[in-house]
């Protein structure tokens, strides 16, 4: 499908919000935008086996990643464990089997060296950058 300007549109929208009072407004924005209802994944619907004791409480942006590392490096027995640096730091386990068995948020690589520049005297003043080789 395209708009009038020529700009191919997505046929098919997949939500995968961590927002829970966002969610509905963008979905209503996509529907306005690209005349396309959004497919909101949680873990009722993502497709994935999930052991954690309270399956609601898993994030689906988690729970995404975790079906697109198993999709991609896992399945055929291999279990695969997928970390996603971003505002928080996340681990999460998918077993050999194909069923998420949980994982672990941490705080991300910034909220981290903030936390650190600000507590520890020795490291005052640091700033990240990539080493020059």
């Known amino acids: 499908m395209e708009d009038v300007s020529g700009v191919v549109l997505a046929s098919v929208v997949v939500l995968a919000s961590v927002v829970p009072p966002l969610t509905s407004t963008v979905a209503e924005m996509v529907r306005g935008a690209c005349s396309r209802d959004t497919l909101v994944i949680d873990a009722t619907n993502v497709g994935l086996p999930i052991e954690y004791q309270a399956p609601g409480d898993v994030g689906a942006d988690r729970l995404v990643n975790a079906v697109a590392a198993l999709e991609t490096f896992g399945g055929h ?19 050999a089997g194909g069923r998420y068995i949980g994982g672990v948020i941490c705080p991300g ?25």
Do not use: H, K, Y
């Open 109 to 133: 690589v910034e909220i981290s060296a903030d936390a650190l520049f600000q507590r520890a005297v020795g490291c005052l003043g640091l700033t990240s950058a990539v080493p020059i080789r």
């Open 77 to 95: 027995g291999r279990p695969v464990i997928v970390v996603n640096f971003g505002t928080a730091t996340t681990f999460d386990v998918v077993s």
